[in-house]
């Protein structure tokens, strides 16, 4: 059978974009798929350049495309995820959540005429408008999913595993580069206490309230993360003791001096902290600066709480006198 009665129509027919160039770039055919798109007949622009036709093209980036095709005799591809699109055109569709163009899969190939010998390029659109919104769409849902895995339900802190994962690579960070890095640890004091006189939903609703109001008390490169039920930690890279010492003094200071209003009830809680600043020559890993990090607050809990300690070498005796 001869085949080539059934070109046309079907060419006409496709749900994808034909576009046929001389080496000039001027326009010598496109099908119905682009001039629906378009809204221009094909007669109208036959032989006209295609970057007279179509605006904002990227002219050069496209040249050089088309120059190579020809050039080398061979295809070529640009994907939705490297250039959204190469001819702008609307997709057609009612709601997309996305551009109001159509992403677009473009090959490109070289076409030889059989009888001429002349030579076109034939680009190839596909709409990738659809795959490109699940797309999106799936990498925003792991983000939020990711996201979520990070931060504490309660507080929405980053939970303790999360912040172990920042604590052990400052450590590494600040052994390669041989910058500081210190470490609070604080508690609520005397916890048990709120929530018997508050009750559980006051104890949750304080454990909320500081979380964001000592949040606000940082600077942005430091790392609040809740520890435990009522402990949390912050991480401040860059920071030695004595900075990290003045921290959390303030943040001790602050914590008392704030009011929190609970159901008509004024709670007024404190905290008590611990400080200690990774040492590369005693220090292994992120745990080692966490135990001393906890000893410093166990200082300031035996010391009467609502109060700061910095980790000395000498706490261990301290304790032993306190106890
Ligand atoms: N409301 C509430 N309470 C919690 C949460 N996590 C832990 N707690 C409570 O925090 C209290 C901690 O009590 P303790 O470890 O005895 O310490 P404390 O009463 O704070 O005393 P000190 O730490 O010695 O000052 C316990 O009663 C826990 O049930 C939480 O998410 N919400």
């Given at each position: 059978m001869d085949a080539h009665w059934l070109a046309m129509p079907i060419l006409q027919q496709l749900n994808s974009g034909v576009l046929v160039l001389s080496t000039?770039?001027?326009?010598s055919f496109y099908n119905q798929f682009i001039e629906r798109r378009l809204g221009v007949p094909l007669a109208e622009v036959r032989h006209k350049s295609l970057f007279d036709v179509f605006t904002d093209l990227p002219e050069a980036w496209l040249k050089r495309k088309l120059d190579s095709v020809i050039a080398l005799n061979a295809p070529t591809f640009s994907s939705w995820e490297q250039r959204p699109y190469v001819l702008k055109l609307p997709?057609?569709?009612?709601?997309?959540?996305?551009?109001d163009y159509m992403m677009q899969n473009c090959s490109m190939l070289p076409l030889v005429?059989?009888?001429?010998?002349e030579t076109f390029i034939c680009l190839l659109i596909e709409d990738a408008t659809d795959v490109s919104i699940y797309q999106l769409e799936l990498q925003r849902n792991m983000q939020a999913l990711q996201q979520a895995n990070r931060?504490?339900?309660?507080?929405?802190?980053?939970n303790r595993s999360y912040w172990e994962q920042l604590l052990h690579s400052e450590v590494l960070r600040a052994k390669r580069y041989h910058q500081p890095l210190s470490l609070i640890l604080f508690d609520l004091d005397k916890f048990k206490q709120l929530n018997d006189d508050y009750g559980h939903l006051g104890g949750d609703f304080v454990l909320i309230e500081l979380a964001s109001f000592i949040q606000s008390l940082l600077r942005e490169s430091d790392f609040l993360g809740r520890y435990g039920g009522e402990e949390f930690g912050i991480i401040l890279p860059n920071t030695s003791q004595s900075g990290a010492t003045e921290v959390a003094e303030r943040i001790c200071r602050q914590v008392a001096a704030h009011q929190l209003l609970f159901n008509q009830r004024i709670i007024r809680a404190t905290i008590s902290l611990g400080v200690a600043e990774f040492n590369p020559h005693r220090h292994q890993e992120a745990h080692d600066l966490l135990q001393c990090a906890d000893v410093a607050l166990y200082v300031s809990k035996r010391q009467g709480r609502n109060r700061s300690t910095s980790y000395r070498d000498d706490l261990q005796k301290v304790l032993q006198k306190v106890n």
């Open positions: 000039d770039y001027g326009i997709h057609l569709r009612p709601v997309t959540g996305g551009s005429h059989p009888h001429t010998g931060l504490d339900g309660l507080t929405r802190l980053y």
